[in-house]
């Protein structure tokens, strides 16, 4: 018999805010662009494959907080089957382009949204569970199994950020698991948000990836957060 993940296990993160406890549907994927190509004396069509777009649709119950940060949601990460590092997670930047209520007169109000984006559905590995940290180091290292040589992207969400908190976090890469040298850096965490940072096109990223909280300044500082990085 297989392996299977439940849903149950679902986490997903919209900017500053953990929506898991409030959605109970959810679809993100790839959609590509198909062009026509066909032209005179042939017998069938033909088609050409475009530019990929990533496409998501959440569903969950109504409050008004959740409902307005859907409607003007900007980054969105799902881990299909919990967080921890080295779960598969895939995350866009999207912006709303649907957001119906449900309200039958007899059931539970219901809220979904539909989110689109100008960019393909990044799908990659958690390198940091949703968790807080109060002191700097480097977490726990994840094998890609081999390197790769088209860059790739980041994305960190801060769903906590004690006052006055700054930190700086980046994502490392290693050809052999012990010697270690940056691949992306964040813009400083200071308040609860999320972000998306791309290495470009043709870097080559190394089989081992690792995020690692590099500065944390603050009075008392603890930041809330969750990461992943994503091969491309």
Same mark, same amino acid.
């Given at each position: 018999?297989?392996?299977?993940?439940?849903?149950?296990?679902?986490?997903?993160?919209?900017?500053?805010?953990?929506?898991?406890?409030?959605?109970?549907?959810?679809?993100?994927?790839?959609?590509?662009? +198909?062009?026509?190509?066909?032209?005179?004396?042939?017998?069938?069509?033909?088609?050409?494959?475009?530019?990929?777009?990533?496409?998501?649709?959440?569903?969950?119950?109504?409050?008004?907080?959740?409902?307005?940060?859907?409607?003007? /949601?900007?980054?969105?990460?799902?881990?299909?089957?919990?967080?921890?590092?080295?779960?598969?997670?895939?995350?866009?930047?999207?912006?709303?382009?649907?957001?119906?209520?449900?309200?039958?007169?007899?059931?539970?109000?219901?809220?979904?949204?539909?989110?689109?984006?100008?960019?393909?559905?990044?799908?990659?590995?958690?390198?940091?569970?949703?968790?807080?940290?109060?002191?700097?180091?480097?977490?726990?290292?994840?094998?890609?199994?081999?390197?790769?040589?088209?860059?790739?992207?980041?994305?960190?969400?801060?769903?906590?950020?004690?006052?006055?908190? +700054?930190?700086?976090?980046?994502?490392?890469?290693?050809?052999?698991?012990?010697?270690?040298?940056?691949?992306?850096?964040?813009?400083?965490?200071?308040?609860?948000?999320?972000?998306?940072?791309?290495?470009?096109?043709?870097? /080559?990223?190394?089989?081992?990836?690792?995020?690692?909280? +590099?500065?944390?300044?603050?009075?008392?500082?603890?930041?809330?957060?969750?990461?992943?990085?994503?091969?491309?």
């Amino acid at each position: 018999m297989g392996i299977y993940n439940h849903n149950q296990n679902t986490r997903i993160l919209v900017d500053g805010r953990s929506m898991t406890a409030v959605l109970n549907d959810s679809d993100m994927s790839n959609k590509r662009k +198909s062009h026509d190509v066909t032209t005179y004396g042939m017998a069938d069509e033909a088609a050409q494959g475009g530019l990929f777009t990533g496409t998501a649709k959440l569903k969950g119950f109504f409050s008004q907080a959740d409902y307005d940060a859907l409607d003007g /949601a900007a980054i969105v990460t799902r881990w299909p089957a919990l967080d921890t590092i080295g779960a598969p997670a895939e995350f866009m930047a999207v912006f709303s382009s649907n957001t119906p209520l449900n309200m039958p007169a007899s059931a539970i109000l219901q809220m979904e949204v539909d989110l689109a984006s100008s960019v393909r559905l990044d799908m990659g590995v958690s390198q940091h569970a949703l968790g807080a940290e109060t002191a700097t180091g480097a977490f726990t290292s994840v094998d890609g199994l081999a390197a790769s040589a088209n860059g790739g992207a980041g994305v960190v969400h801060v769903t906590v950020a004690s006052a006055g908190v +700054s930190g700086t976090l980046i994502i490392e890469h290693s050809a052999n698991n012990s010697t270690w040298s940056t691949l992306l850096t964040f813009a400083a965490l200071t308040a609860t948000g999320a972000q998306i940072v791309a290495v470009p096109a043709g870097t /080559a990223v190394q089989r081992y990836t690792r995020a690692r909280l +590099s500065a944390l300044t603050g009075t008392t500082p603890s930041l809330t957060f969750a990461c992943a990085f994503a091969r491309r």
